[in-house]
């Protein structure tokens, strides 16, 4: 069984800075992309940052210049260091990840359990 297990969340005051971290953990082959959403009370999931196996990122608009996704590969760890955070972006962070388990088997989507992000004003 796979398992993605995040870390970092906590309460900081805006402008402040936070490093989530998403360990993947279990029988993993490989990695595919992994990535960070939020949702906030009241608010649909939205994507925040997604990283590919190449390294590549890519970001919601509202992070770009803020927030920066990297990867470990030979941990199967995902990490967003958020600076300069704002009271909107308050919310659950989830990680998630897009696996395969063995060779032959197709890619799986994995989602972290989330852990709350608090900014105050």
């Known amino acids: 069984q796979v398992q993605l297990v995040e870390s970092g969340g906590g309460l900081v005051q805006a402008g402040g800075s936070l490093r989530l971290s998403c360990a993947g953990s279990?029988?993993?082959?490989?990695?595919?992309?992994m990535g960070w959403y939020r949702q906030a009370p009241g608010k649909q999931r939205e994507l925040v940052a997604r990283?590919?196996?190449?390294?590549?990122?890519n970001y919601a608009d509202s992070v770009k210049g803020r927030f920066t996704i990297s990867r470990d590969n030979a941990k199967n760890t995902v990490y967003l260091q958020m600076n300069s955070l704002k009271p909107e972006d308050t919310a659950v962070y989830y990680c998630?990840?897009?696996?395969?388990?063995?060779?032959?088997?197709?890619?799986?989507?994995?989602w972290g359990q989330g852990t709350l992000v608090i900014v105050s004003s």
């Open positions: 998630n990840a897009i696996l395969k388990t063995t060779y032959s088997q197709g890619y799986l989507e994995v």
């Open positions: 279990g029988s993993i082959f490989s990695m595919n992309a």
């Open positions: 990283i590919i196996s190449s390294g590549m990122p």
